[in-house]
């Protein structure tokens, strides 16, 4: 990884072709139904150190040089034609999350600076936000209500509220929040208590990170053995009872066990909503699932519209970011950024423009 000074002219972006280098790149010119973003932060993935690295295979990057980063908060610069509502000037979140606006059964999608199935769509949408502008597609783009401040940890909210939209969490209901120790799982605890539950049981493995989650109104944390009927035993007890809605989201887990845990803590007719990632097949009862009605859902990210949506409960009080540490590196220090992503309980680790 090599840094080189910025230029006067273009724009600084982080490029990835094989190895990762930080240069200067010519201004972006919005496409037709695309804006220009000046970003100020985007979000580290923990897991983007061992992408860059070509480790992760099941990934699919663009083929060639381009800027990684899925996602950032700052202010629309300039506008496509086919842009209707976004004007130069608005504070805006930019997702990634894209998914071509046809009316087709499955339009192509993909996570813009990071991977899609779809090759024309990561060619068409090569670019993410570890620059200092992105080209972002109108439908990733969201207008930031006036007044919010730093919304940059909405961003670490997204993927567990999706998971909980797709699981329907009604408030009142008790959830089990399985990786509640990793980066997306401890955002899903909070979210989860926004959204109403009585109870957020926070299931890992990893003691400092559960003591902090416990201090959180509603918190019950769960420190997992391995043994699935102990664990699904202690799960229940934290919750007060046979739990409404699991929502998974291990990351890299090499054995299904405390996915399995959460599935047994379930009630009859309990909603076990899939969305982090294992290398180990998850075995399922099938009788045991046909006699309580359970369902199993896989989730795939959440809805073009729960950015607005979640933005609406930071203006409300009832998401406190606050809550969500934030550690900023500058923009040039990305290597350092990735390493301190990386670490176990790491916070919410920002690149700053
Ligand atoms: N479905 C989607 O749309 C979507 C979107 C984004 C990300 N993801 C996936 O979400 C996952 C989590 O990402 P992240 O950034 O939050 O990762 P992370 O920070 O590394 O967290 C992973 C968590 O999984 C836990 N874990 C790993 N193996 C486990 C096991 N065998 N039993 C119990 N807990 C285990 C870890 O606990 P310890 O601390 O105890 O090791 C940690 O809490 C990744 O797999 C990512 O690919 C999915």
Known sequence: ???TRPSVEGMRAWRLDGTLTFGDVPDPEPPDGAVVVRLHAAPVLSY????????????????????????????????????F???????????????????????????????????AVRDTWRDGTLAEKVVAPAPTVTPVPAGLGDVVAVTRCLVPYGGLLRGRLAPGETVVVNGATGAFGSAGVQVATALGARRVVAAGRNPAVLARLAARERVVPVRLTGSVPADADALRAAAGGPVDLALDLVGGATTPDSTLAALAALRRAGRLVLMGSTSAPLPLDYTALMLAGTEVIGNFMYPDDAPARLLNLVSAALLDLAALPVASFPLADLPAAMDAAAEPGAPLVVVTM
């Open 1 to 3: 990884m090599a840094a």
């Open 48 to 83: 983007l150190r061992e992408y860059v690295a070509g480790k992760l295979g099941h990934y699919h990057p663009p083929t060639g040089p381009f800027t990684p980063g899925t996602s950032g908060v700052g202010v629309v610069e300039r506008v496509g034609r086919g842009v």
């Open 85 to 119: 509502t976004l004007t130069p000037g608005q504070p805006v979140l930019v997702t990634g999350n894209y998914t071509a606006a046809e009316n087709v059964p499955e339009p192509a999608r993909g996570l813009i600076g990071l991977t899609s199935e779809f090759a």
